[in-house]
């Protein structure tokens, strides 16, 4: 039962709200009691407005059994979402409930599922996993270089040691370095028995520095301390500790370094949310260092990421937001089979206001095995990203875990500007923003279509600006399709991905002159009107007094050619008489042509 309404006396239910489809792809939201009585309204030009200029029309969703306040509430609901939202809602993709509505338990996960098929949310580049293992028994846990060639990646083997092997082949294959990089009994010595993770990054003066993860000698004290290095294989532990949580108390682990544009130094770690060291309460948090990590200012919880977290890993992206990737459990699941990712908004200078992306980024089955210790670097090509992960069969004492990879070889484009063009534009400059675009080095940049039933145009004119910024010319002609056209775009390595519904083609609106609207019809004297629309289709032509009582229809049909059209008013009724001396009102009503103008007639 809806909420909010009176129980009696109950209103007939006997309204309707429907969704009618233009001659231009645009929806129109309505309520009627007779909706095929409506429909006929509209397509006679005696219904809304906006169906008169954008007619005729054809129903493509339609719900019965309403009062007319219930009607009314319903339209406006539709009327407010968006046209993805919407055409779900026809194709019968989506059930959107009332505003205000009782619920049961079992139907949450449902409505879930189903907002998420029609929330507006952006694309995500696809990570596709390779075959084989890239280091095996062994706990990934870092990498010293922003690019895969030559890239030395640090990894702990059982639980005192820090380990480093370097790659020269795009992350394929890897050689142990010799010998042991940190250790429990590094100097100077710290109450450290366990080493439980690590993040690497360089200094400007070609330095580096690492910040690890462990755990006191005592089992219950964990913190996160730092080490430095002048070549990146002897280590050295810096005096102090750089983060603990709860004063060393709470759990701390899995710490993951970014360096910011303006040079600071930004830390994400998993802690526990209350101080303790239960899985459940385990969060990601974040802490700045404005002098390249070797202080750091009170680490703080992220918002809007409230769900259990095993590890975390970040990157930073070429426009300086940060996406984040961790490990996370099922539902009703205690086990760490997938991982998620989060990305901050463009005007997030801080690195600190994340929202969740849709989907999983990788994900396995529960019952097998658990993924753990999630790392980001990115390709020899520059564009791609790989993510190196550990996966760690069960039982999990029998195994231990060994390193694989997933990579990105696909483009993301995720918005076209502008997304709204007219077709007599001729040749348009679109900036296709997104992620995963190559070129940049040795390789060439995507190229790009835009499709649609019946049509296609191929871009030109292609300009990378980076991995995330194309400009792409689309050159349209005065006849071009109209409605929604998907972009297509592809990347030198043949991957593809399809941006469905990216740009809106239109025609621009239509025009009305009149030339002598002051007549004398006993002289022979007449009004020319000369109507010019943009798109073919209904116009009619109406002559009403000033009170608005009708006198002549001048011109209706349903299929107008584009361009213009010349008609003639010669001051004569319906009937054929001629009217009297006065001011008459010409309401013109076509193709984007909604249009009201005087005609004054002397005898």
């Known amino acids: 039962m809806l909420e909010g309404l009176p129980h009696a006396p109950q209103a007939p239910a006997e309204w309707s709200v429907y969704i009618a489809r233009c001659a231009d792809d645009s929806l129109y939201t309505g309520t009627a009691k007779d909706v095929a009585k409506r429909l006929d309204q509209h397509n006679s030009g005696h219904g809304a407005a906006y169906t008169r200029s954008h007619g005729?029309?054809?129903?493509?969703?339609?719900?019965?059994?309403?009062?007319?306040?219930?009607?009314?509430?319903?339209?406006?609901?539709?009327?407010?979402?968006?046209?993805?939202?919407?055409?779900?809602?026809?194709?019968?993709?989506?059930?959107?409930?009332?505003?205000?509505?009782?619920?049961?338990?079992?139907?949450?996960?449902?409505?879930?599922?189903?907002?998420?098929?029609?929330?507006?949310?952006?694309?995500?580049?696809?990570?596709?996993?390779?075959?084989?293992?890239?280091?095996?028994?062994?706990?990934?846990?870092?990498?010293?270089?922003?690019?895969?060639?030559?890239?030395?990646?640090?990894?702990?083997?059982g639980s005192t040691a820090v380990y480093s092997a370097l790659t020269a082949d795009g992350g394929m294959s890897f050689t142990e370095d010799a010998g042991v990089r940190l250790s429990t009994y590094t100097t100077p010595r710290l109450d450290v028995?366990?080493?439980?993770?690590?993040?690497?990054?360089?200094?400007?003066?070609?330095?580096?520095?690492?910040?690890?993860?462990?755990?006191?000698?005592?089992?219950?004290?964990?913190?996160?301390?730092?080490?430095?290095?002048?070549?990146?294989?002897?280590?050295?532990?810096?005096?102090?500790?750089?983060v603990d949580n709860n004063g060393g108390v709470g759990y701390i682990g899995s710490p993951s370094l970014i360096k910011r544009s303006n040079g600071d130094w930004r830390l994400y770690y998993v802690a526990n949310a209350d101080g303790g060291t239960a899985q459940s309460s385990r969060r990601v948090f974040s802490a700045l260092s404005t002098n390249q990590g070797r202080d750091f200012a009170a680490g703080t919880q992220l918002a809007n990421l409230n769900g259990q977290v095993g590890d975390t890993a970040a990157m930073a992206r070429t426009d300086n937001?940060?996406?984040?990737?961790?490990?996370?459990?099922?539902?009703?699941?205690?086990?760490?089979?997938?991982?998620?990712s989060a990305l901050t908004t463009s005007s997030d200078n801080n690195g600190t206001i994340f929202s969740q992306e849709s989907g999983t980024r990788l994900s396995t089955d529960a019952a097998t095995g658990l993924l753990s210790a999630p790392f980001l670097?990115?390709?020899?090509?520059?564009?791609?990203?790989?993510?190196?992960?550990?996966?760690?069969?069960?039982?999990?004492?029998?195994?231990?875990?060994?390193?694989?990879?997933?990579?990105?070889?696909?483009?993301?484009?995720t918005s076209l500007t502008p997304n709204n063009v007219l077709r007599t534009a001729g040749t348009q400059t679109f900036k296709v923003a997104g992620e995963a675009f190559s070129g940049g080095g040795s390789g060439s940049a995507p190229t790009f279509t835009l499709d649609q039933t019946g049509g296609s145009l191929t871009g030109t004119s292609i300009?990378?600006?980076?991995?995330?910024?194309?400009?792409?010319?689309?050159?349209?002609?005065?006849?071009?399709?109209?409605?929604?056209?998907?972009?297509?775009?592809?990347?030198?390595?043949?991957?593809?991905?399809?941006?469905?519904?990216?740009?809106?083609?239109?025609?621009?609106p239509g025009t009305v002159k009149l030339t002598d609207?002051?007549?004398?019809?006993?002289?022979?004297?007449?009004?020319?009107?000369?109507?010019?629309?943009?798109?073919?289709?209904?116009?009619?032509?109406?002559?009403?007094?000033?009170?608005?009582?009708?006198?002549?229809?001048?011109?209706?049909?349903?299929?107008?050619?584009?361009?213009?059209?010349?008609?003639?008013?010669?001051?004569?009724?319906?009937?054929?008489?001629?009217?009297?001396?006065?001011?008459?009102?010409?309401?013109?009503?076509?193709?984007?042509?909604?249009?009201?103008?005087?005609?004054?007639?002397?005898?």
């Open 56 to 157: 005729p029309v054809r129903l493509v969703y339609q719900e019965d059994g309403l009062t007319r306040s219930q009607a009314l509430v319903r339209e406006a609901r539709i009327k407010s979402q968006s046209r993805q939202t919407k055409e779900l809602l026809i194709d019968g993709k989506l059930i959107l409930p009332a505003k205000k509505r009782t619920i049961s338990k079992s139907m949450i996960p449902l409505l879930f599922f189903l907002f998420s098929l029609a929330a507006p949310a952006r694309a995500v580049p696809t990570f596709v996993k390779e075959d084989g293992v890239r280091i095996a028994s062994v706990t990934l846990t870092g990498s010293s270089s922003v690019n895969m060639a030559g890239a030395r990646f640090y990894y702990v083997r």
């Open 193 to 242: 028995s366990s080493i439980t993770a690590v993040s690497v990054m360089q200094l400007t003066n070609n330095t580096y520095r690492m910040l690890y993860s462990a755990v006191g000698s005592t089992g219950t004290v964990f913190r996160i301390y730092s080490a430095s290095s002048t070549d990146g294989l002897t280590w050295y532990n810096d005096t102090g500790t750089r």
């Open 321 to 340: 937001t940060v996406r984040l990737y961790y490990t996370a459990p099922l539902a009703n699941s205690t086990t760490y089979s997938t991982i998620l």
């Open 377 to 413: 670097v990115r390709s020899t090509e520059t564009w791609r990203w790989k993510l190196y992960y550990n996966w760690t069969p069960f039982p999990l004492s029998a195994t231990p875990p060994s390193v694989y990879c997933a990579t990105v070889f696909a483009p993301d484009p």
């Open 463 to 508: 300009v990378r600006t980076d991995d995330q910024n194309i400009s792409v010319d689309f050159t349209l002609a005065s006849n071009q399709g109209l409605g929604y056209w998907n972009l297509t775009a592809v990347n030198d390595n043949g991957q593809t991905t399809v941006l469905n519904n990216a740009v809106y083609i239109d025609f621009a």
């Open 517 to 603: 609207n002051l007549i004398r019809p006993r002289l022979g004297a007449r009004t020319r009107i000369d109507v010019m629309t943009n798109n073919s289709g209904g116009m009619t032509l109406k002559l009403y007094t000033i009170t608005g009582r009708p006198v002549a229809t001048i011109y209706d049909t349903s299929n107008a050619a584009q361009g213009t059209t010349t008609v003639y008013w010669d001051g004569k009724t319906a009937q054929g008489g001629t009217v009297a001396s006065g001011v008459y009102i010409l309401r013109t009503r076509g193709q984007k042509v909604d249009a009201t103008d005087k005609i004054v007639v002397i005898k």
